[in-house]
C-alpha cells in the first residue's frame, strides 16, 4: 500500500483500491455519526491518515463533515434547541479565535494529555453518576463550554467532548442532542473551512476528491439514522460516553 497516496481526485480516479478503502472508512464514520450525533472527523482523520497524508485529509473530512451536519442538521431542523445554541455559538466563536493563537505560539500537542484526562474525568464521572441521573446545569454553562469547545476544535480539529457533556448535562433527548450538535458542529466546519481556503490547504482537487466520496457518506448516515430512531435513550447516552472514551485515550497515548 502506497503510504503516500494522495486524497486527490486524480489518484482516486485510477486507484479503485485506495477509492474503496476510503470509501468504506468514511462510510464507518458517517454510519456513527448518524447513530450518536458526532465521531465521524475523529474516525474519519486517524484512519485516513494510515494512507493519505493529514494535510490532505484534514481539508476533504472537513467538507464532508460539513456535508453531514448539514444534512442531519436539515433531517432533525425542528428538533434543535435554538436557547441551548445561542449560547454555544458565540463561546464557540470565540474559542476558535483563541485556539488558533495558541496554535500560532505553542506545540498544541503539549495540551493534548491535559485534554484527555479532561475527558476520561468526564466519562468516569457520569458511569459513576449514571449518564441520565447526571446533574442538570443550567444555560449560560453554554458559554464557557463552547469557548472550550472552539479551543479544541482549532487545536485537533474537532471540539465534540466539551460540547457533548454540555448537551448531556441538559438531558436533551436523543434526537434533539443530535440535532443541536449539528448546529454548532456547522458553525465550526464554515469558520474552519474559511480558515483552510485561506492557508491554502484546500485545493480544486482535493475539493473534487472529496465529491467522489459523498456516496459512502450518504449510505453512512442513511444507515446510522436507522439504527438512531430505534435505540433507547440509555443506550444512546452509553454509546456517547464509549465513544468520547475513545477519544480520551487518543489524546493519551
Known amino acids: 500500500m502506497n503510504l503516500h497516496a494522495s486524497l486527490s481526485y486524480a489518484t482516486l480516479i485510477h486507484s479503485p483500491l485506495l477509492w474503496a478503502i476510503a470509501g468504506f472508512i468514511i462510510l464507518l464514520a458517517f454510519y456513527v455519526r448518524a447513530v450518536i450525533g458526532f465521531g465521524s472527523g475523529l474516525i474519519s482523520v486517524a484512519l485516513l491518515t494510515l494512507i493519505f497524508p493529514i494535510k490532505e485529509v484534514v481539508p476533504v473530512v472537513l467538507l464532508l463533515d460539513l456535508l453531514g451536519s448539514v444534512l442531519l442538521g436539515a433531517y432533525d431542523f425542528r428538533e ?11 463561546g464557540s466563536i470565540i474559542g476558535l479565535a ?39 446545569i443550567s444555560l449560560p454553562w453554554g458559554t464557557p463550554l463552547g469557548i472550550f469547545g472552539g479551543i479544541v476544535g482549532s487545536l485537533y480539529g474537532g471540539g ?3 460540547i457533548v457533556a454540555y448537551l448531556q448535562m441538559r438531558h ?6 443530535r440535532a443541536t450538535f449539528q448546529g454548532i458542529a456547522l458553525t465550526d ?25 459523498i456516496p459512502p457518506v450518504l449510505l453512512g448516515l442513511w444507515a446510522g439514522n436507522r439504527l ?12 456517547t460516553l464509549g465513544l468520547l472514551t475513545v477519544v480520551g485515550l487518543k489524546y493519551l497515548i
Open 80 to 90: 434543535m434547541r435554538w436557547p441551548e445554541l445561542r449560547w454555544l455559538i458565540p
Open 98 to 136: 483563541i485556539g488558533s493563537y495558541i496554535l500560532a505560539d505553542t506545540n498544541a500537542q503539549n495540551l493534548t494529555r491535559f485534554l484527555g484526562v479532561f475527558i476520561l474525568a468526564y466519562v468516569v464521572y457520569a458511569l459513576v453518576m449514571k449518564p441520565d441521573r447526571l446533574p442538570r
Open 160 to 162: 465534540g467532548p466539551p
Open 172 to 177: 436533551l433527548d436523543k434526537r434533539a442532542f
Open 189 to 213: 466546519n464554515v469558520l474552519r473551512g474559511f480558515m483552510y481556503v485561506a492557508l491554502a490547504l484546500l485545493t480544486w482537487q482535493l475539493a473534487v476528491g472529496f465529491l467522489m466520496l
Open 228 to 239: 438512531h430512531l430505534r435505540i433507547n435513550q440509555r443506550a444512546f447516552l452509553l454509546g
